[in-house]
């Protein structure tokens, strides 16, 4: 048979558990939450947002065809 405080501890345990527990749960909601307003800003592009059409993740940048050089840009640069 168990001793009075054995059963003091494990009443003391299950109190800490279930405070622990209910913890958890409060985290847990606020996590989702957190997911459910990210996988919402994933669905958006600019034609279903107020983002700008230059924030769209379909238009592309474009790469210059031009080959680097180590003049500076401008009318006033030095000539070689």
């Not at 230059?54 to 031009?66: E, F, P, Q, Y």
């Amino acid at each position: 048979m168990m001793s009075m405080d054995e059963v003091q501890q494990l009443r003391e345990e299950v109190k800490r558990l279930k405070q622990e527990n209910q913890e958890l749960r409060e985290r847990l909601m606020a996590a989702e939450a957190t997911i459910k307003q990210l996988l919402e800003l994933l669905g958006q592009n600019s034609h279903n947002s107020n983002w700008p059409s230059s924030r769209g993740k379909s238009r592309r940048k474009t790469k210059s065809l031009r080959p680097k050089t180590e003049r500076k840009a401008g009318w006033d640069s030095p000539k070689r």
